[in-house]
């Protein structure tokens, strides 16, 4: 290696924070994990406790699949999350499109708005989120 190279890798690598990049790895590996189960819990506890005639669709792996890109940029990204609204609105256009927007989009309002509040609340128990959310102060 020459000289020249010599001196630029070291200085690459003295401005290298490995402690500071593991911990910012770690921190973003918890906050994933975390959002994961927040998720599982929101879908569950809204389809056992609250709307258990959405049980078959919430509960459902792909059907929970379908918005999860929004979630993870919402909420790991900083990318603006969905409201109730436009979260039933993502659902019924996944669920069966025009038809299931006009028979059941008052409803699945409600139904993601209850979910919205699981999900936020579950998060704000994680310190790795309290950033990210308006949360109440214990």
Known sequence: MNSVTEQTWKRIIAGLDIKQAVHAAAARKAQRKALREALIWAYTVSARDYYPR??????????????AHHFRDCYLKGVPCLDPTGLAGFWADQLGGWWMRQRHIDELVVVASRFLRCLEADLCAHPEFESNLHCAAP
């Open 54 to 67: 959405w049980a078959s669709y919430l509960l459902d792996p792909d059907f929970q699949a379908l918005g």
